[in-house]
């Protein structure tokens, strides 16, 4: 999720997954994937740099837990080895 700003000055997050295309005519509008339209304030770059840094921070996520996965897990025990 991405924190815009409303025309209105209230803020909104939006699931930046549901974007269709950001538009800059002369307000931002952001249409989503159902075909609402979303103005916000911000412009349309600023929209695409949190979209962007949004990921980034979800893919550094996603490799700090692959770096880790191996703290995060019990140990395995083979008891079928120790039995024999």
Known sequence: ????T????HP???NSDLIKFVEQAPD???TL?????IVVLE???EVLERVVN???QVMQGIMLWWDNRAALLPPVHNNEAEEK
């Open 1 to 4: 999720m991405i924190q815009l």
């Open 6 to 9: 409303r025309l209105n000055n």
């Open 12 to 14: 909104l997050a939006v």
């Open 28 to 30: 931002t509008v952001i």
């Open 33 to 37: 994937v159902n075909g609402e339209k």
């Open 43 to 45: 412009s349309a770059q």
């Open 54 to 56: 949004f990921r980034r």
